[in-house]
Structures are given as C-alpha cells and as structure tokens.
C-alpha cells in the first residue's frame, strides 16, 4: 500500500507537475517491466529475473509502497538464488499488489491533475 504520507512528504515541494510526470513514468513502465519479469520466469532465466526485479523493486520504493518493494525484493534473491520454490506464487502476489498500487497511483494523480 502506497504511504501516500511519506509519498507528499518527499514530492509535495515538487508541484503538481513533476508529482504527474513521476506517476506516468511508473505507470507507463509497468506493463513491459511486468511482462518481462514473467518472461525470465517462464525461461527460468534468473540472471535477467534478479536484474529486473531489482529495477523494479527500486522503481517502487521510490513510491513509498513497502509492500510491493518487499516482494519485489524476494522476486529479486529467487532470481539471484536460481530458486524456483515457490516463484510463480510470489509472482502472482507481487502482480497483485502491484495492481493494487496501480490504481492508488491513478488516484492520486486525479488529486494533482
């Protein structure tokens, strides 16, 4: 869940602008890095899957959403670990949350459009 405290805490300043302009990169990065961390799975590539959830974990910290940077970070050590236990599950737990955040950072960016 996005901490929308912290998040204007630390873009508040910025203006509404740049606040947009921060949601529309994530929003329109998301699909494809999605995509391409399914990918890796499907491949069982865990050299690219650990380097693109390690991207995305940090595209997500950045927005103060905890939740989703955490699995995103286990994502990241099953591909570092060449750990397939459990990785389509936690796959499906981070798209959701994921999701979830999705509709959070649309929301909020109605408040500052």
């Known amino acids: 869940m996005l901490d929308i405290n912290q998040f204007e805490s630390t ?6 602008e740049m ?3 921060i949601i529309d990169i994530y ?3 998301y699909d494809q890095r999605f995509d391409l961390m399914a990918k890796n799975i499907k491949e069982l590539d865990f050299q690219s899957l650990g380097a693109n959830a390690h991207s995305f974990k940090g595209a997500t910290a950045v927005l ?3 939740e989703v940077a955490e ?5 990241e050590y099953k591909g570092k670990e060449a750990n397939a236990d459990g990785l389509d599950e936690l796959f499906m ?3 959701h949350e994921a999701d ?3 509709v ?3 929301d909020l960016k109605k408040k500052y459009s």
């Open 11 to 16: 873009y508040g300043d910025f203006g509404a």
């Open 19 to 21: 606040i947009c302009e």
């Open 27 to 29: 929003l329109a990065e």
């Open 64 to 66: 103060y959403d905890a």
């Open 71 to 75: 699995l995103a970070r286990q994502l």
């Open 93 to 95: 737990k981070l798209r």
């Open 100 to 102: 979830n955040l999705i």
């Open 104 to 106: 959070q950072l649309k």
